[in-house]
């Protein structure tokens, strides 16, 4: 007869196994949350792309027979009703939410002329998130915005 021979890990299995997955978290963790950071800004740029052109809109069909425009922050994009951010009526706010964007610059507040639907001033909305990308979102005196 044989002697009882053990079943299980060896402790370098253990440790070769362990060293592995840190190895392989080391090299993906990194790469995921920078992919998620790039997906964020994209997704972020688009949501000001929609929210200018959904003001537009609102404007050229001089609905509540109002002005309707932008503002642009680093929690996301409101679309308003009235002048002026300051002004507005804000129970019809309309915010699209950002994710990590660290910091918005450049022209900020977009107002759409009824029933034209152009924009007062043209400007440039820079977003930049945690990583240091940016997106410029370029919003003309017809009220396209490009990006």
Same mark, same amino acid.
């Given at each position: 007869?044989?002697?009882?021979?053990?079943?299980?890990?060896?402790?370098?299995?253990?440790?070769? +196994? $362990? &060293?592995?997955? $840190?190895?392989?978290? !080391?090299? =993906? %963790?990194?790469?995921?949350?920078?992919?998620?950071?790039?997906? #964020?800004?994209?997704?972020?740029?688009? &949501?000001? &792309?929609?929210?200018?052109?959904?003001?537009?809109?609102? @404007?050229?069909?001089?609905?509540? #027979?109002?002005?309707?425009?932008?503002?642009?922050?680093?929690?996301? +994009?409101?679309?308003?009703?009235? +002048? !002026?951010?300051?002004?507005? #009526?804000? @129970?019809?706010?309309?915010?699209?939410?950002?994710?990590?964007?660290?910091?918005?610059?450049?022209?900020?507040?977009?107002?759409?002329?009824?029933? =034209?639907?152009?924009?007062? @001033? &043209?400007?440039? $909305? %820079?977003?930049? #998130?945690?990583?240091? !990308? !940016? +997106? @410029?979102?370029?919003?003309?005196?017809?009220?396209?915005?490009?990006?």
């Amino acid at each position: 007869m044989q002697a009882d021979q053990q079943k299980g890990f060896t402790l370098i299995e253990l440790l070769l +196994s $362990v &060293a592995l997955i $840190v190895i392989v978290a !080391s090299f =993906s %963790i990194p790469l995921t949350l920078k992919w998620r950071s790039s997906t #964020d800004l994209s997704l972020a740029t688009q &949501a000001v &792309a929609l929210s200018a052109r959904r003001a537009q809109l609102l @404007s050229q069909s001089m609905k509540e #027979d109002s002005t309707w425009g932008i503002k642009i922050d680093e929690l996301g +994009s409101t679309v308003f009703r009235g +002048s !002026s951010y300051l002004n507005r #009526d804000s @129970s019809y706010d309309e915010l699209s939410v950002f994710r990590s964007i660290e910091n918005v610059s450049g022209a900020t507040e977009f107002v759409f002329l009824a029933p =034209s639907g152009n924009t007062g @001033s &043209a400007g440039t $909305v %820079i977003l930049n #998130d945690k990583q240091n !990308s !940016s +997106s @410029s979102i370029v919003i003309n005196r017809l009220g396209f915005a490009i990006y």
